[in-house]
């Protein structure tokens, strides 16, 4: 906190701003962005320091992307980001510009994918995107697959899905990322990080936010096999943590939160707030 | 400027995740020095408890019972730092402040069995205004970590030459629901809601105030209890579930389906004849 006599330092209002930004809820950037665009009242201090936000945020948030002439979408994630603002499209083998602000792809180019990597990354697509349509009304995913120096395989496996509903006060966002380095015909780790967040804001500010880390072991046998035993893993998973917080949410509504305050008193009746006073008046008249 | 600075700044606070209240509003603080004291009387924060050594027992910090660094006790009606000249309500209010605690501790207790409550009063000039804080936190049992926070702010204007008075009522409920297990990973469920009421009631003798005052503060506390429990666990539930379903959605077109040919058989059905 600073000390009255010294206004903190330009560093750290870009550092405060910029943390403000990134915590926008989804759905809700632009409001945010302008919030702090009044309270900061300098625009050449935003633009110098904050004009990485927009990106950092799309990416934070697996921004779903739209393909010119594909059904499935993409999305902006660190995994897929070229240089010079351009993004990849694992699935269509294409890189595009990508306008932030407006959220579209431009200025398409073929991008190669790796030669090895590829029909592990390509079977794993085919399998999690039917999964993804089965589970996500109104999801996106991609998978992304490298080659380490080492000659590791590295699939990685990006899950948005959102609700926005500005007009009804509320907004809400699924992000799941699943990866797994492996030699193949090897056993390998198969790591996961699962994310939802719910805001609600009519007379007041509610949200959810909630994250699991998950870990299983898989067999990376060949391209079809891994990428069924990957799907079905991850279907597991997902469903368990979307269990448990339902279950948490009955355990929180049935037992916490009546323990916090009752619907009424024991007496069944309201306070009286009349009684109190004559018990009062009453007990002072036998002191007097 | 200012005004638009407060504005974008509560809306900012409307919309960043309330689990971390406390560090948004300081990081507001220091970008915004000038809009610290609009900021921390316009902010609503998780009630902070302290310990009246003298009087033995627990109450409640917030804005409206500070006076620079220090807090001033219900109790013991004293600052602590101890302060030389604090703000104190005037001996009138100050009787009536004490009535109010009283009466607002049993009631804490029939409704929250247990938890911490103060009543704060200070003079206008034609009425008073106070606020009523309550705060109780859950036990922990079935791992589940819960708090609730009260903050009602009251403002009575005197009319009719004392036999009315016009009430406002602006109250805020904090609640507080965490979880940490092996399945469900981080579970954090929190925020508040705001709604305000105003209303005439008679003023005809002298505990009146202390009755209508009561009754809003009671009733407007249910209808929120109500609110939060529809919304916290029914409306960012349904969210939730809307996102992704556990089952696949072409399981879920055959079950609607089974669902649909079943109705249109019982619907047949019940038009036949005596069968």
Redesign the interface.
């Known amino acids: 906190?600073?000390h009255?006599d010294e206004?903190?330092s330009e560093t750290?209002?870009i550092r405060?701003?910029s943390?403000?930004i990134l915590?926008?809820?989804p759905g809700?950037f632009n409001?945010?962005f302008?919030?702090?665009r009044?309270?900061?009242?300098d625009d050449r201090l935003l633009k110098e320091g904050a004009s990485q936000a927009f990106t950092r945020y799309n990416k934070d948030q697996y921004t779903p992307c739209r393909i010119q002439g594909h059904p499935e979408p993409t999305l902006i994630s660190e995994f897929g980001e070229l240089e010079e603002g351009r993004f990849l499209d694992p699935r269509t083998h294409q890189s595009f510009a990508f306008d932030q602000l407006r959220k579209e792809a431009s200025d398409y180019r073929p991008h190669p994918p790796h030669p090895i990597a590829e029909q592990w990354r390509a079977a794993f697509d085919q399998e999690i995107t039917k999964y993804k349509?089965?589970?996500?009304?109104?999801?996106a995913c991609a998978v992304y697959g490298a080659v380490d120096e080492k000659g590791d395989i590295s699939l990685v496996l990006c899950i948005e899905?959102?609700?926005f509903a500005p007009q009804n006060f509320?907004n809400?966002?699924?992000r799941s990322r699943w990866t797994v380095t492996f030699s193949p015909g090897d056993e390998a780790e198969l790591t996961g990080t699962?994310k939802?967040q719910?805001?609600?804001?009519e007379?007041?500010?509610?949200?959810?936010?909630?994250?699991?880390?998950c870990l299983r072991s898989v067999h990376m046998k060949d391209p079809a096999e891994a990428a069924r035993e990957l799907t079905s893993l991850i279907s597991e998973e997902?469903?368990?943590?979307?269990?448990?917080?339902?279950?948490?949410?009955q355990?929180?509504?049935e037992?916490?939160?009546k323990?916090?305050?009752?619907?009424?008193?024991?007496?069944r009746t309201?306070?009286e707030?009349?009684k109190?006073?004559s018990y009062?008046i009453g007990s002072e008249l036998k002191q007097a | 400027m200012s005004d638009q600075q407060l504005d974008c700044a509560l809306d900012l606070m409307r919309r960043l995740p309330p689990q971390q209240i406390e560090k948004n509003l300081s990081s507001l603080i220091d970008l915004v020095p000038d809009l610290c004291e609009d900021l921390l009387s316009s902010v609503d924060q998780p009630l902070k408890v302290a310990r009246d050594l003298t009087a033995g027992k627990d109450y409640l910090l917030c804005d409206y019972n500070r006076d620079g660094d220090s807090y001033r006790s219900p109790w013991s009606n004293t600052y602590s730092p101890p302060l030389e000249d604090g703000a104190l309500p005037s001996q009138k209010l100050r009787n009536f402040e004490i009535l109010a605690n009283e009466a607002f501790d049993q009631y804490r207790e029939m409704y929250f069995e247990g938890g911490v409550s103060s009543v704060y009063l200070w003079d206008l000039d034609h009425g008073f205004a106070g606020v009523v804080l309550i705060k109780k936190a859950g036990d922990g049992s079935k791992n589940i970590k819960g708090c609730w926070d009260s903050i009602h702010v009251i403002e009575v204007q005197e009319k009719s030459g004392g036999r009315m008075a016009h009430y406002k009522l602006t109250s805020t409920v904090m609640l507080w629901l965490q979880t940490n297990k092996q399945a469900s990973g981080t579970m954090n469920l929190g925020g508040s809601l705001t709604r305000q009421t105003e209303a005439d009631h008679a003023v005809t003798e002298s505990q009146s105030h202390l009755i209508n005052i009561g009754r809003m503060v009671e009733d407007m506390e249910n209808k929120i209890r109500s609110m939060l429990n529809s919304i916290y666990f029914g409306k960012t539930k349904d969210i939730v579930n809307g996102l992704r379903s556990v089952i696949p959605s072409s399981d879920a077109r055959v079950q609607e389906a089974l669902r649909s040919d079943l109705a249109h058989a019982l619907k047949s059905r019940q038009k036949m004849p005596d069968s």
């Open positions: 906190m600073a009255l206004p903190i750290e209002k405060v701003v943390d403000f915590h926008a809820p809700e409001e945010v302008n919030d702090v009044t309270i900061l009242n349509n089965e589970h996500y009304k109104n999801g899905a959102h609700q509320w809400g966002r699924w699962l939802a719910v805001h609600y804001y007379d007041g500010n509610v949200q959810l936010v909630s994250h699991k880390e997902e469903n368990i943590y979307q269990n448990a917080l339902a279950e948490n949410y355990t929180m509504s037992t916490t939160f323990a916090l305050r009752r619907q009424l008193p024991v007496t309201k306070f707030w009349g109190f006073m009062k």
